[in-house]
């Protein structure tokens, strides 16, 4: 195991991470080049994949904070955390199955991006992830966040 105090990313790390990036990024082109009448599916893709990365993202906190202590406030409020994103991830989804645009659907989605973000910094600030989860993380966050905009504006250009 790496030690908390380690600052730069595993590199088997660095490389799932950018592998993760490939369906929002090919999703994102896809929505301006492929054909309108498949635009709903690439979206309806790229809105289930968002989920699944939040959910995956909120279990990395639940295991940051199985890592404190019972009694530790920081990491119970971690654990409460955790399951946030999924539950908001799922709640998107639904809704835009039930007929909430995909225009509102993405914007949710880069909101609820940018808030695990900020709550990476805060684990990285508290102890609770090693240094080296911001520098694998910010880099792969700007890159979804960028990929959920342009697949947003296509949507609504297109």
Not at 33 to 52: C, E, F, R
Not at 53 to 66: R, V
Not at 112 to 131: E, H, K, Q, S, Y
């Amino acid at each position: 195991m790496r030690p908390f105090t380690d600052t730069r990313p595993p590199h088997l790390a660095r490389l799932l991470g950018l592998c993760g990036l490939i369906p929002f990024m090919s999703a994102a082109l896809s929505v301006w080049v492929i054909p309108g009448g498949w635009q709903p599916l690439v979206v309806a893709s790229l809105l289930s994949y968002s989920a699944v990365i939040l959910a995956f993202l909120g279990a990395i906190h639940w295991g940051l904070a199985m890592r404190g202590e019972q009694d530790d406030v920081r990491a119970q409020m971690q654990l409460g955390w955790s399951v946030i994103p999924p539950l908001l991830g799922w709640a998107v989804v639904s809704l835009a199955s039930f007929g909430l645009p995909a225009a509102l659907a993405i914007p949710l989605f880069v909101l609820a991006f940018i808030g695990m973000d900020m709550a990476d910094l805060r684990a990285v600030r508290l102890g609770l992830a090693p240094i080296w989860y911001r520098p694998l993380r910010k880099p792969l966050t700007v890159a979804v966040v960028l990929s959920l905009l342009v697949a947003w504006v296509g949507v609504v250009v297109g």
